[in-house]
């Protein structure tokens, strides 16, 4: 695996029953070791990058902290 490879973090949907809420788009987070919500990386400095697609499948952060 190359370095660019390490800093990308696959985003993963989260489900939820139905009626207890809406799916969100969660992350592994690298600096804090937890899942956090894929909003997160966009106030992150470590964050490079960030992709979404409309499905959240294809989805990905690139985040420096990942490579390092």
Not at 6 to 30: D, N, Q, T, W
Request: with cysteine; aromatic share 4%.
């Amino acid at each position: 695996m190359n370095a660019p490879d390490r800093e990308l973090l696959r985003v993963r949907r989260l489900k939820s029953a139905p009626g207890i809420g809406p799916e969100r788009l969660i992350v592994h987070c690298p600096a804090t070791r937890m899942l956090v919500p894929v909003d997160t990386c966009a106030v992150c400095p470590h964050a490079r990058m960030l992709s979404l697609d409309a499905t959240g499948y294809g989805s990905f952060v690139k985040c420096r902290f990942a490579g390092s």
